[in-house]
């Protein structure tokens, strides 16, 4: 038996190992160790097992994040502000139902992982510029662009999925969002409303790969041909994003998966034919480096520019995110 023979039986072994241990498919187990390496890929799993603290992010177009902080510690709760979030708080003592209190219901805070409020705060979009979710249900990033662009600008919500939609117009009157427009289309589709947009936010499709600690189900219910499923339709959306981008705009691709399938493995095969786009480095170092060479392929050297948010690093659920922008 050869040195590769061996690498590859060790591997499996390990793969099984930890998969019966933890519960999971043996595939997903073995391809963690592959791109993250035994130690890391034990760590993982371990973080994978501890429940996620609560979160929420103060919706300041109807209250300041002071006051609200106020007013829920005035009945019990212990807040402690998120460091990337100036509006963001984790909320380590609960004193009754999140979801059910009166400033929730009036649109005070979206209960939302840290994950995903940095989505928004990359793209950072700005007032009076055409925006465009091109997956929006049900809200959680759509709401907070408008948050950041001050009920300004144009900001078109797309799903594809018309069961969806109420959802989504629930949230938005919840948090008092004036300027979008609600759209029920696929957004593969998207070069046929001929906008250009200044700023695109493709939350895309995924298997969920990062959401273990909030939903362990996600251990098994996925298999390697949901996978390929979903790369296939994230290439799809991602290049009908980037064509709908003005020059000089920007498109930030990010899923809630810590699959390279879903993600670096996307963009590699999207960008490697085009000079037309780059990836730019995101203003702060949120996560780790993007990937650059896995399961043995190397991929574009500008995915380094790209994010990771790890559970067992960054204590959030696992992310991935990317900043593309057309060329002048």
Known sequence: MNRVDIFITELQKDARRLAEEYDYLPYMVQRYIQF??????????????????????????????LELK?????????????????????????????????????GYYYLQNVASMLSAVILDPKPNEIVIDMCAAPGSKSTHLAQLMKNKGTL??????????????????????????????????????????????????????????????RKKNKTMKDLEKMASIQKKLLKAGLNSLKSGG???????????????????????????????????????????EVYGSKLIEGLKLSQR???????????YFCLIKRKD
């Not at 759209?183 to 589709?189: A, E, G, T, V, W």
């Open 250 to 292: 920007l498109l930030l691709y990010c899923t809630c998966s810590i699959a390279p399938e879903e993600n670096e493995l996307v963009i590699d095969r999207v960008l490697q034919n085009t000079n037309e786009f780059s990836i730019i480095e995101i203003s702060k170092n949120y996560g780790v480096k993007g990937l650059t």
């Open 309 to 319: 948010l790890y559970p067992y690093i960054h204590d959030t659920i696992g992310f």
């Open 156 to 217: 078109i919500l797309i799903d594809k999925y018309k069961n969806r939609i109420p959802a989504l117009l629930i949230n938005i009157r919840r948090m008092g969002v004036i300027n979008s427009v609600v759209l029920n289309m696929d957004s593969i589709n998207l070069s046929e409303l001929k906008i250009r947009a200044d700023k695109i936010l493709l939350d895309a499709p995924c298997t969920g790969e990062g959401l273990i600690r909030q939903d362990p189900k």
């Open 70 to 106: 106020a007013t829920l510690e005035g009945k019990g709760f212990e807040l402690e502000k998120i460091e990337w979030i100036p509006y963001g708080f984790n909320v380590t003592k609960e004193s009754s139902n999140l979801g059910s209190l009166h400033e929730y219901l009036h």
């Open 36 to 65: 993250l390496g035994l130690d890391e890929a034990v760590k993982l799993l371990k973080a994978n097992e501890k429940p996620l603290i609560p979160s929420i992010r103060v919706n300041t177009l109807k209250i300041s994040a």
